[in-house]
């Protein structure tokens, strides 16, 4: 948290580009604003929410480049709140959806 006003996420994993996220809350209080940059020179917004479990992070509307494809990740808590199973979409017109590929997060036990 940055002075519990910003989430920073800082992302390195084989194979994937190195990656950071800034997380707000979004004005409306209903949801969150994500920018993301990566290693690849990739910059984009993205907007968050959380209902029954469920975590959605959506790409509609142009931000830093143009939209020239629509992105979404989708991903399910496990019950125990230490699993996201989910995986990234992408859509050429925002109504037909792909799967792209499959992303699970999970919290590790630190000693």
């Known amino acids: 948290m940055i002075d519990g006003q910003y989430l920073l996420e800082r992302s390195t994993l084989p194979g994937a580009p190195t990656s950071v996220a800034i997380v707000s809350v979004d004005p409306s209080g209903k949801s969150y604003t994500e920018h993301y940059f990566d290693s690849r020179g990739?910059?984009?917004?993205?907007?968050?929410?959380?209902?029954?479990?469920?975590?959605?992070?959506?790409?509609?509307?142009?931000?830093?480049?143009?939209?020239?494809?629509?992105?979404?990740?989708?991903?399910?808590?496990?019950?125990?709140?230490?699993?996201?199973?989910?995986?990234?979409e992408t859509s050429a017109?925002?109504?037909?959806?792909?799967?792209?590929?499959?992303?699970?997060?999970?919290?590790?036990?630190?000693p």
């Open 42 to 88: 990739v910059a984009r917004v993205y907007r968050m929410t959380f209902a029954n479990g469920d975590w959605t992070l959506l790409r509609d509307s142009p931000d830093f480049t143009p939209l020239d494809f629509w992105q979404r990740y989708r991903g399910r808590f496990s019950r125990d709140g230490k699993v996201i199973n989910g995986a990234w």
């Open 93 to 110: 017109d925002g109504s037909r959806w792909e799967h792209d590929f499959n992303l699970t997060y999970t919290k590790l036990d630190r």
